[in-house]
């Protein structure tokens, strides 16, 4: 084979699989499937995606090879916020508003834009290795899903789970429509605290002071609160203040929720602007006064001079009134929370509107009862507590959205405002018996996406037909997923799919950490940290990259740091790395953590740990390929260690990809492929390949070159699958079969009586000869091309056997001077010594070195070891350092200092000996 390029043959195997329909499944064995969380059509793929992907293909891989009818169910999200706000972008380039074209022409755009665009994530989903059974990806505003969509509705709507109400909601000013939690981003950001004075109504002299963030909602307040118990106001309790700007008479109210400690433990009230206020409205029956428009502007329910004003613009408006009335106690910078919209970057206001919502309590008892009883099971089991967190403490679900793009709710009103839901208008009219000249409207909104991905496992296969696929698949085995949807997707498939399939939506919830950066920081645009998985796979120039990290910052101080930053990390840029390289990183660090971090020093590590296995491939069909090789042989100690190691290998394998211990599976796979095969096996085989020994004994080890790595290649197939199916295209029919590809072939299973427990103890003896020596020459800083004499000492009847069988071995791998046998009562000469088991290896290093000169150079060495110790730790004992950097930088500083702790003991200890000899 040529040098190993993976751009030569990553994107051709694709192809290839694809178009033979290998994901497919097969038909026979049980069935295992896992439906793909939708990606949204509008998105492309960061590094969580491609960490979790990854993580589902291996799994997928692995029971496809295991002998398992095995679906991965693809589909896409329509991603109704994130489609609607491109399309509107797009027209706003071209002078178009939506307004101006209206809903359906506006809808035909969107889907213009959906089938000329919205496929980017299949590719790189593609270019991943992603094996997703192409052939029946689904869309959830196809004609399927939506059916399904509009039967969960009415149904449930039917069993009175539905019900239309005026609620609190997040609002975005600019989208104009209600979001959810997850769609709102809160950051920290420097504001303001403002104390005002609210003075009571029946004195004139007499006044509460209030603290608020948001002045501009006090125009909407219906109350002050206190707390009972606090002595400052209990007499004021049910008396009135007069709210400044407005001369509306509020109550004073006491409540156990308010904080007496802070402020001046008086709270304004205002329930139609904050989420805390609102429960306290209606606790104690407070009106709900509304005074924003959906654009965040005033509207007429306040006083006229602010009527129509943007809200800030009103803030400022308000403040100046307050001062000149001398109402404004004082003024504090203050940190606080912000809210903003995912996509808009707008502060979202807590608004009350008029919105579709589904009882949430009665859905989640089943649910909650399912995971008690153990028919669903989290991994990590911990995540249970998210789940009944949430699901004990559950909300009604805000369903309805104000936008074009996604499945409209099947509600018609008539012109006395009655509502009237059904699956289409004429089933609405046949069954209340509405004539054809009443005039019924269809509601505008349409239904949060949540809705229909909380549908995802079951109508992706046919429901509410019943399907063969429905009944072969469903439910599914795992869901792989982050913590930070378990509330707001896992808890609503299992309460929809509970419901409407009568089982569980999958028996297991795989929950990933969070893929963060090398020091542990969440990848963000405005960090400038971010990585593109495709960048890594195919790499990319240090001016894309800069491009590509500071593209749309509109603030040239980040934008100039992100840039300064991206060019020291990456002096040249991204090299391709290749997808295994990026996948094999990817399981390594898959453990149970709740933050994952991603660094580019261990995808160049499994770069070249791909390059060793490729490499080692080409050394075992340069010596077996154009030689007659069969399995009639009788294998030697060296083959039935190896054999040993990979049934080893295997049963690790198998047992880690069944707990989800992907980091497990990767490090034996790691270890198996690098230390055992290539480092010693490949190396004790070629004074045999090379040798003039008898044909039947180059036979043997020729075979068992080539079936462990075939072996090897099936076992590794579902962590690196391009180069696996690549070498083992080249391995001989007679050896891997007649199949057309390693991904249809059996997963290697450990079979006990190939398991030599002798010959891995006589290779463990052999290796620890060998390491034990050349362990010696570094410490000694012997150069490896001075032959050594090698002694013997001590050794028992078993090591005097061992060295005899295997003396042309240890010849061959440690090319000494001499090997001398010496028992315990010869004269032990001056030596540098290693212990393997009872026996002492020696290396006298008579006019091997200068004992002088080394002594010199290892004092010195020590000496700048200690320097650097000293000054990390005076870093570390300095409370201005360890109390203000980042917890990341000071732990660095700490693994710094473990670091040259140990190096200091190896030296010291080197030195000893030295000096001893």
């Known amino acids: ?107 035909e755009k969107a889907w213009q834009w959906k089938e000329k665009s919205g496929g980017t994530i299949s590719k790189q989903l593609r270019r991943l290795g992603a094996s997703l059974h192409w052939q029946t990806e689904r869309f959830t505003l196809d004609e399927g899903l939506s059916r399904a969509v509009l039967e969960v509705f009415v149904r449930l709507y039917e069993d009175d789970l539905i019900y239309r109400g005026k609620r609190l909601v997040n609002w975005d000013p600019v989208l104009k429509t209600s979001i959810s939690d997850l769609e709102v981003e809160s950051e920290e950001e420097k504001g303001h605290l403002w104390h005002l004075r609210y003075p009571l109504a029946d004195s004139d002299d007499q006044y509460l002071i209030v603290a608020t963030t948001r002045p501009e909602t006090m125009l909407g307040d219906t109350a002050v609160a206190v707390h009972p118990d606090d002595e400052r106001y209990k007499s004021l309790i049910g008396q009135e203040v007069l709210l400044p700007l407005t001369n509306r008479r509020v109550p ?44 965040a502007s005033i509207n007429d329910n306040a006083p006229e001079k602010y009527r129509g004003i943007d809200r800030y613009a009103a803030r400022e408006a308000i403040l100046k009134d307050l001062d000149n009335l001398n109402l404004m106690e004082k003024v504090e910078d203050h940190m606080m929370a912000v809210p903003r919209g995912e996509k808009s970057g707008v502060v979202v206001e807590p608004f009350l509107s008029d919105q579709w919502f589904v009882r949430a309590e009665p859905l989640a008892a089943p649910a909650i009862k399912a995971v008690e009883d153990g028919d669903i099971e989290f991994i990590p089991k911990n995540y249970e507590n998210n789940f009944f967190v949430w699901m004990r403490n559950i909300q009604d679900w805000c369903i309805s959205r104000q936008q074009w793009w996604g499945h409209r709710i099947p509600a018609w009103y008539d012109s006395d405002g009655a509502v009237y839901v059904g699956r289409s208008e004429q089933e609405v009219r046949d ?21 229909s991905s909380a549908l995802w496992t079951f109508s992706t296969l046919g429901w509410p037909d019943k399907t063969p696929e429905l009944d072969t698949f469903h439910s599914t085995d795992v869901m792989v997923t982050g913590h930070d949807i378990i509330t707001f997707w896992v808890s609503r498939m299992i309460m929809m799919t509970l419901k409407f399939v009568g089982e569980v939506p999958f028996k297991k919830v795989y929950v990933t950490g969070m893929v963060t950066d090398a020091d542990g920081q969440k990848q963000s645009k405005s960090k400038g940290n971010g990585l593109d998985p495709l960048d890594i796979i195919d790499g990319i120039s240090l001016d894309d990259l800069v491009a590509k990290r500071t593209d749309s910052l ?15 990390e990456f002096p040249d840029g991204i090299k391709p790395y290749g997808t295994d390289a990026l996948r094999f990183t990817f399981y390594s660090i898959a453990t149970r953590s709740r933050t994952i971090r991603f660094d580019m020093n261990r995808v160049e590590g499994y770069r070249n740990f791909c390059n060793k296995l490729w490499n080692a491939a080409n050394f075992v069909f340069i010596n077996t390929l154009e030689h007659d090789v069969s399995a009639d042989h009788t294998p030697d100690v060296i083959d039935r260690w190896i054999v040993t190691e990979l049934n080893h290998t295997v049963e690790i394998i198998n047992q880690a990809m069944e707990t989800y211990r992907y980091d497990l599976a990767a490090k034996a796979i790691y270890e198996f492929i690098w230390d055992e095969f290539c480092d010693w096996y490949v190396e004790l085989t070629k004074p045999i390949v090379n040798s003039d020994a008898s044909a039947e004994i180059i036979n043997a080890k020729r075979f068992t070159l080539l079936s462990v790595l075939e072996q090897t290649l099936r076992m590794a197939h579902p962590f690196l699958p391009f180069m696996t199916e ?29 398991v030599d427990q002798a010959a891995k103890n006589d290779v463990a003896w052999i290796k620890d000869v060998v390491t034990g020596t050349r362990n010696i020459r570094g410490e000694m800083n012997i150069s490896q091309g001075k032959p050594i004499p090698i002694i013997f000492y001590n050794g028992g009847a078993e090591d005097k056997i061992r060295l005899d069988a295997y003396q042309t071995l240890l010849e061959f791998l440690i090319r000494p001077e001499s090997i001398t046998w010496l028992q315990e009562n010869d004269n032990k000469p001056p030596a540098s010594t290693h212990l393997v088991g009872d026996m002492q290896l020696l290396v006298p290093l008579a006019g091997l070195i200068d004992t002088s000169a080394e002594l010199a150079r290892l004092d010195k060495e020590i000496d700048r070891k200690e320097k650097d110790k000293t000054r990390i730790e005076g870093k570390l004992g300095n409370p201005n350092f360890v109390d203000k950097a980042p917890d990341a930088v000071v732990q660095k500083e700490k693994d710094k200092l473990a670091d040259i702790s140990s190096a200091l003991d190896r030296l010291r200890e080197q030195r000893h000996k030295i000096a001893n000899l």
């Not at 080249?730 to 079979?751: D, F, K, L, S, V």
Request: glycine share 6%; aromatic share 10%.
């Open 554 to 568: 509109l603030q040239p101080k980040m934008a100039a740091r992100i840039e300064k930053n991206t060019r020291k």
């Open 726 to 754: 690549e070498i083992w295209q080249q391995i001989p029919t007679a050896i891997r079969g007649e199949g057309a590809t390693i991904m249809r072939e059996a997963y290697p299973e450990c079979n006990a009586k190939l």
């Open 431 to 451: 069954k209340h018996n509405l004539a054809d000249d009443v005039a019924l409207s269809q509601d505008e909104d349409v239904l949060d996406t949540w809705f």
């Open 252 to 295: 004073i109210i006491a409540d156990h929720y308010v904080d007496q400690t802070f402020g001046s433990g008086c709270v304004k009230i205002t329930p139609a602007h904050d989420f805390n206020d609102y429960d306290m409205g209606r606790r104690h029956d407070l009106p709900m006064i509304n005074v924003f428009n959906d654009d």
């Open 1 to 107: 084979m040529d040098k190993y390029q993976p751009q030569d043959i990553e994107t051709a195997w694709y192809q290839k699989w694809e178009a033979q329909n290998y994901f497919a499944p097969s038909g026979n064995g049980s069935p295992f499937s896992i439906a793909i969380p939708p990606p949204n059509v509008t998105g492309t793929l960061h590094m969580g995606h491609a960490f979790q992907h990854t993580l589902v293909d291996s799994l997928i891989r692995f029971r496809r090879m295991k002998g398992d009818n095995t679906l991965w169910q693809m589909g896409t999200d329509h991603a109704g916020i994130a489609t609607q706000l491109i399309v509107t972008e797009q027209l706003a380039a071209e002078g178009i508003k939506p307004s101006d074209l209206g809903r359906e022409k506006f809808l």
